[in-house]
């Protein structure tokens, strides 16, 4: 990405709109946005896109902003919908916790699953779509039977690429007229990063909570942040503003709990990541104490993704455009996923960490899929 676009003012309003509490700044700017605002019906649609439309509703209404009647109408639709999906999905969580924990299986909720319960005031801010449950390895196929045991179908194994993915193949079923999705996951992270985050490899125990007497579990503090910024990486064209109102919101309401001294020396990507945040959507203040905003620059290709892998082979049908694209990722998304704070050079990453990794990415989907194939 050579230059980078003008974020729309829809995509801008929604970038200080990433957080759960919005702080005078953001406030201020909120207010601001809005009064320069044309097509609320591309908002909308923008702020469903990225996760946000009920974070919008909740904080355009604090504000005392006033809302054109058609967009409130649709918001407050939005709403209701994202509501009743959530108390099916909790509703199935406390019943798949319960069938894995009579079967003596570990678990750990994942993402929203988790979040919804231990960071956001009401469930309904935070849309969910798969729920994700993380298990040892070697629990894997029986958590996947227990799925099967109470309604949720499941192919039996994956093929190609994915015969050696990090999660099972998605086991579904409907529950009070809403499709369920869930993935029982080996690992928290994908096998195409160079770490991992597995129920025997923690930094820190688990975290318990409980939905409705129910007892759950999910990641400690620094796997959580992790998770989290691992997942906001992951191959996108654009990454998700909801991502970043997760990231804000659980290092802020965590923030007196959190081992800094052990993040920074030991998981700096996770500071670093949150370093690059800040050009997309301002730190919030009660944060700059541990990450200072950065002085650099903005790199280019700010609040921009990795195309999928999949999708640049798709589309592309020429050797030369595939590699030109694969070798093409934004600048501000070197940074992250390579951990190069914003004030180094990108160019051993760009001539050399980038190559190999995405290298190292193909021969992994080519082993698998000839491990896969009769």
């Known amino acids: 990405m050579n230059v980078d ?9 929604l970038r200080r709109c ?30 469903e896109k990225h996760g946000l439309s009920n974070l919008l509703h909740s904080h355009l209404q604090s504000l005392g902003i006033e809302i054109p009647d058609i967009a409130r109408q649709q918001l407050l639709s939005l709403r209701v919908r994202h509501r009743r999906a959530n108390q099916a999905r909790i509703k199935a969580m406390q019943e798949i916790v319960d069938v894995l924990s009579r079967h003596q299986i570990e678990s750990a909720l994942l993402k929203g699953a988790a979040l919804i319960h231990v960071l956001y005031p009401s469930p309904e801010l935070r849309p969910m779509s798969d ?22 179908f499941a192919e039996q194994q994956k093929t190609g690429y994915l015969s050696e993915h990090h999660h099972l193949p998605i086991a579904s079923r409907s529950l009070d007229g809403i499709s369920i999705h869930v993935e029982i996951h080996k690992d ?31 990641l400690g503090h620094i796997d959580m942040l ?11 064209e ?23 001294d052990s993040i920074d020396s030991q998981y700096p990507f996770v500071t670093n990541m949150f370093s690059l945040l ?17 002085t650099a620059p903005p790199p280019r290709g700010v ?55 995405v290298a190292r990415w193909l021969i992994r989907r080519i082993r698998a899929k000839s491990k896969s194939e009769p």
């Open 226 to 236: 992790r998770h989290l910024c691992h997942h906001t990486l992951e191959p996108i």
């Open 131 to 152: 729920i994700d449950v993380l298990v040892h390895a070697d629990q894997a196929q029986h958590a996947q039977q227990c799925l099967r045991d109470i309604g949720y």
């Open 188 to 218: 928290a992270l994908s096998g195409d990063v160079t770490e991992s985050i597995r129920l025997d490899s923690l930094s820190s125990p688990l975290v318990d909570f409980e939905i409705e007497g129910i007892q759950c579990w999910t």
């Open 303 to 357: 609040g921009y993704g990795f195309t999928p892998m999949s999708q640049i082979i798709a589309n592309e049908k020429k050797l030369l455009s595939r590699v030109q694209k694969l070798m093409q990722a934004p600048d501000w998304w070197l940074h992250g996923y390579y951990n190069v704070p914003p004030n180094s050079s990108l160019l051993s990453t760009k001539l050399l960490h980038h190559p190999l990794r």
């Open 18 to 47: 990433a957080v759960i509490e919005p702080d005078h700044d953001a406030c201020t700017a909120i207010r601001d946005l809005v009064s320069d605002l044309g097509n609320w019906q591309d908002l909308i649609s923008c702020a």
């Open 5 to 13: 676009p003008v974020p729309s003012p829809q995509i801008a309003l």
């Open 278 to 294: 800040h050009f997309v959507s301002p730190l919030p203040r009660n944060l700059r104490d541990w990450v200072a905003p950065p």
């Open 238 to 260: 654009e990454i998700k503003l909801g991502a970043i109102a997760d990231l804000y919101g659980y290092a802020a309401r965590y923030r007196d709990e959190l081992d800094i």
